[in-house]
């Protein structure tokens, strides 16, 4: 992973004659370059091959945000292909007004896609790599959702800020920090309810004191807390 201060320019190699992946923290890049390498970009990645040797200059940022922009010069050699994640440096991706909204049809198609064990595992990797699942929506939140299960994880101070939402479940991403006086493993199976489907720590469950990480909790959208009821066939009140 290579990390970039915004405006600052960071140069790395890339493989000759071979597709090149770098990983961005946008979910819609803007490319601008006079490179005549062969260039594409999808979901936040951007692919890179060329036959030349001339450097590759890139500056890339989130459509509408070139406040926030990725300064990268890449250097063919002949090495292997390259996959390679920047990130800037205190970047928090922007939305006007702090949200987007679901789009369910295209949720239910991403949820639907997949089994729902890799759908969980799926949304955990995209939301690791800043982007948002197509068709998910996004807020950022100040309090405690109604969906937040309790964490009983002794010493970690758990702050929830963000809400991911698709059709079938929501996804909770809190800031933690580990506030013990020693290292510790964060264990996700202690945030327990009904509707918990997944936890994950990212990037790692190992918090040194005063660490912090990014756990990630999906909820099931509904649930059913009592359903219908069904008459006991050896309820009370029955005579034998």
Not at 179 to 186: F, G, Q, T
Not at 198 to 224: F, N
Request: proline share 7%; glycine share 8%; aromatic share 6%.
């Amino acid at each position: 992973m290579i990390e970039v201060q915004s405006g600052q320019n960071k140069a790395f190699g890339i493989a000759l004659s071979h597709v090149n992946r770098i990983i961005t923290p946008f979910r819609d890049p803007e490319i601008k370059t006079t490179s005549v390498a062969t260039i594409s970009a999808e979901r936040g990645v951007i692919y890179v091959s060329t036959l030349l040797q001339d450097e590759i200059a890139l500056m890339v940022y989130e459509k509408g945000d070139p406040f926030n922009a990725i300064s990268i010069t890449m250097v063919p050699d002949a090495i292997s292909p390259v996959s390679v994640k920047v990130n800037v440096a205190g970047y928090v991706a922007n939305t006007d007004t702090g949200h987007s909204v679901a789009n369910g049809d295209l949720a239910r198609g991403w949820e639907s896609d997949q089994p729902f064990v890799e759908v969980v595992k799926s949304t955990f990797r995209e939301i690791a790599l800043g982007r948002v699942p197509e068709g998910y929506g996004f807020q950022a939140i100040k309090r405690v959702p109604a969906q937040m299960p309790t964490c009983d994880i002794p010493g970690v101070e758990i702050a929830p800020q963000q809400l991911i939402t698709g059709n079938a479940m929501v996804v909770i991403v809190s800031r933690i920090t580990n506030r013990n006086y020693k290292p510790i493993s964060v264990d996700e199976s202690k945030c327990e309810s009904p509707a918990v489907i997944g936890a994950a720590t990212w990037p790692s469950q190992k918090l040194g004191p005063g660490q912090s990480a990014e756990l990630y909790v999906a909820v099931r959208q509904h649930v059913e807390t009592e359903g219908h009821q069904r008459p006991s066939l050896l309820g009370t009140g029955v005579s034998n």
